[in-house]
């Protein structure tokens, strides 16, 4: 049976899921964004049109104070008229004798004026009572205004964590799809060679199935420990021209299970990376596995490694190994390019690294109200205690600091002091941060970011600069 088929049926498989979710996420995500988008422009509507009417209301209001303004005048009138005014007359009448004689009477001008009064009187009543009611309506309207704008928030609110999620949930498809094509790559080189299927159970995959990350994760192990024992046997014949990274470990003078696990590394390490390592495999080379110390060697453009203590590395099994891999990749493109030193120092990784120092530095001691030789010690503490996750920073900071902070992972003392301090530290950091990387170390590269930022991301800046 072959075990590779298989599973490139089962990958073709999973990638058709992993693509029909996907256009099913993006499906439903449109239907549910336009639905968003028109309640929140039916509401921006309504708010529009209760703002307008707000407008008018003003209006009408400004009217109504002018109106009661003018009446309040014309009442301060007619009272000083009726101030002026006498109460009664005097009249002559005559009696049925012919006799005349006079009364006094109301008179009528006063009882005219008294009620023009009481006339302008209630209607200014009746203004004073359309204005509060146009207020009270007023208020209203403000109301609900707040009131909408606070839905709409919330709308909007919600709207933007769905993207979130939405964009989350597209990058772990694509990095699905990714790792996928990367394990179809890998099998397909060894789909005609028959093997002895493994024992599923081992690797995490039940004929039930345990989900597809448990089935992603077991591939992976799959491949690690399976695909790469029976690559030699059809590689030199069938791909003559093409000489990449597992060739190169195959051709390692070191235990099957060493170069296994430098080649399951391999196979799940950063894709840009195993790019740039493919391209440059046919030039690297190992002079020797069983050396007492790891180390690159300049004039030889070789390695030297000690696999069985990488084998048994603290910071990951393949440390030493892809770290001298660093140094001998950056030396050689930096050769290449006639630059006349370490492809990373010419791009001026040393530059951040003195960054990340001082500002670390200054941190501590900030944070702890202490002078600078209190935060080397503070620093060479926080190092200690995380003895392997410091294995960049340690170094580093080591060789920089002429010794002062001191971890687990150091050079020798005298080491920096050689010559070119600043390219010696930019190798060094070069090869240390490809070697967590190629070996997917998380824990270590977390650990190097906090006090390191700048220097990574010059880091993945020049591994760009390679592609170029
Ligand atoms: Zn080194």
């Keep these: 049976m072959s075990i590779a088929k298989a599973n490139i049926s089962d990958i073709s498989t999973f990638k058709t899921t992993i693509s029909r979710q996907n256009d099913y996420i993006l499906s439903i995500s449109q239907h549910f964004l336009n639905d968003v988008e028109d309640k929140l422009s039916l509401i921006a509507e309504e708010i529009r049109n209760i703002k307008s009417l707000s407008e008018n209301i003003h209006n009408n209001i400004a009217k109504l104070k002018n109106k009661l303004e003018t009446l309040k005048e014309e009442q301060q009138n007619i009272s000083n008229l009726i101030a002026s005014t006498p109460k009664t007359i005097k009249v002559t009448r005559t009696d049925s004798k012919g006799n005349s004689y006079v009364v006094e009477e109301t008179n009528p001008r006063y009882l005219e004026l008294l009620s023009k009064l009481n006339n302008v009187k209630s209607q200014i009543n009746d203004v004073k009572q359309s204005i509060d009611s146009y207020n009270d309506l007023l208020k209203k309207c403000q109301e609900q205004i707040a009131r909408l704008e606070s839905v709409a928030h919330v709308i909007y609110e919600s709207k933007s964590r769905y993207n979130d999620y939405l964009n989350r949930l597209q990058e772990i498809n694509e990095e699905a799809l990714s790792r996928l094509k990367n394990i179809e790559y890998i099998l397909n080189q060894y789909k005609d060679i028959k093997i002895e299927p493994p024992n599923l159970s081992s690797y995490g995959i039940s004929s039930s199935g345990k989900g597809f990350f448990d089935f992603l994760n077991g591939i992976g192990s799959l491949i690690s420990v399976s695909s790469f024992r029976i690559k030699s046997k059809v590689h030199k014949k069938e791909y003559d021209n093409f000489y990449d990274m597992y060739d190169f470990i195959d051709s390692l003078n070191a235990s099957s299970e060493y170069k296994e696990s430098l080649a399951g590394s391999f196979s799940l390490a950063n894709e840009t990376l195993k790019v740039i390592f493919n391209r440059y495999a046919k030039k690297f080379d190992c002079k020797s596995c069983q ?23 603290p910071c990951g099994i393949g440390t030493s190994f892809y770290h001298e891999c660093g140094h001998m990749l950056d030396d050689i493109a930096g050769n290449e390019s006639k630059i006349g030193c370490a492809y990373s120092a010419f791009y001026g990784l040393f530059k951040e690294i003195l960054t990340d120092y001082r500002m670390t530095i200054d941190q501590i001691c900030r944070q702890n109200n202490c002078n600078v030789a209190s935060a080397k010690e503070i620093l060479s503490n926080i190092i200690i205690s995380n003895p392997y996750d410091s294995y960049i920073v340690s170094d580093i900071f080591n060789g920089l600091s002429n010794n002062d902070v001191d971890g687990y992972y150091e050079h020798d003392e005298d080491y920096y002091k050689k010559n070119h301090f600043n ?30 930022p700048n220097t990574i991301n010059k880091y993945y800046q020049i591994v760009d600069e390679f592609l170029k």
């Design 291 to 313: 050396s007492s110390s790891n180390y690159y060697s300049p004039d030889e453009n070789a390695i030297y490694i000690n696999a069985v203590e990488d084998m048994n590395h």
């Design 423 to 452: 390219v010696l530290l930019s190798s060094e950091a070069f090869a240390s941060i490809t070697s967590q990387i190629m070996i997917s170390n998380q824990k270590s590269l977390n650990f190097t970011y906090q006090y390191m």
